[in-house]
């Protein structure tokens, strides 16, 4: 079993291409590998609640672990408490420690 | 502290224009402030973060002068990582692509930037613990 750290800097509202992380997240899950994906910049957006919030609460009823950067929420006015179920605030510092720890990292 | 790791980092977003820069900066700064090596490979628009004429200006739009608007530099925030590592005893190891720097003129980095070539990056990875790669749109 390997671990992912798969980080999604891009929005639904603005890119078409969120669904690559979302599937390569739950093809790993079934893979039997650890995932997390680590929501960045503009990849917040869908972590409040909105259209697109569905498909990031069914990624971690999956198991797939999902944080959201605590610097690009306070920048973009999404307060921790009103993140959409299974996803929680994080430091930028998780994808330090997973790098440090091995995990296999992905920017997209 | 952590043990300490060499990890690797690509980017090739210029200054002020993606947040992904942003992100490459904060990312470093805990990486030194963690006790990790840090390697850098500047290519595209990126070798212009360590551009050494970089200069703050005034924000006359906001009747601000150049102290008062306290602007960021990308090249002091990179020198001042630079700075920490050398104080802690690790490595932090910036390489701007030099066909990339030719193409823009942007030869006069800060002290401390290495010129190199995509062989620098797959010998830093090789060598690293762990590399992201910030891969732009």
């Keep these: ?108 | 502290m952590s043990e300490t790791k060499t990890l690797t980092f690509a980017v090739m977003d210029p200054p002020y224009e993606t947040a992904r820069s942003t992100t490459l900066l904060r990312l470093l700064d805990i990486a030194v402030r963690r006790g990790h090596n840090v390697n850098v490979f500047a290519y595209e628009g990126a070798v212009y973060l360590p551009f050494a004429l970089q200069k703050p200006h005034p924000n006359p739009a906001h009747g601000r002068n150049a102290i008062e608007e306290g602007h960021l530099l990308p090249k002091d925030l990179i020198a001042a990582m630079m700075a920490a590592a050398e104080n802690a005893g690790t490595k932090f190891d910036w390489v701007n692509c030099g066909m990339c720097v030719d193409e823009r003129g942007a030869d006069q980095a800060i002290a401390g930037v290495r010129r190199g070539s995509p062989a620098d990056l797959l010998k830093m990875a090789q060598e690293s613990d762990n590399t992201l790669v910030i891969g732009t749109r």
């Excluded at chain 1, 921790?80 to 996803?87: R, T, Y």
């Design chain 1, 1 to 108: 079993m390997s671990r992912y750290l798969l980080i999604e800097s891009r929005d639904p509202f603005d890119s078409p291409d969120t669904s690559f992380i979302q599937n390569l997240s739950r093809e790993l899950m079934q893979g039997g590998h650890e995932v997390t994906v680590f929501l960045v910049q503009n990849g917040v957006l869908p972590a409040r609640p909105c259209v697109h919030s569905a498909a990031l609460t069914s990624l971690a009823q999956a198991g797939v672990t999902i944080l959201a950067d605590d610097f690009s929420l306070r920048e973009r006015g999404i307060a921790p408490d009103v993140l959409v179920q299974g996803v929680r605030a994080a430091a930028l510092d998780v994808v330090i420690d997973a790098m440090a720890g091995g995990a296999k990292t992905i920017w997209h």
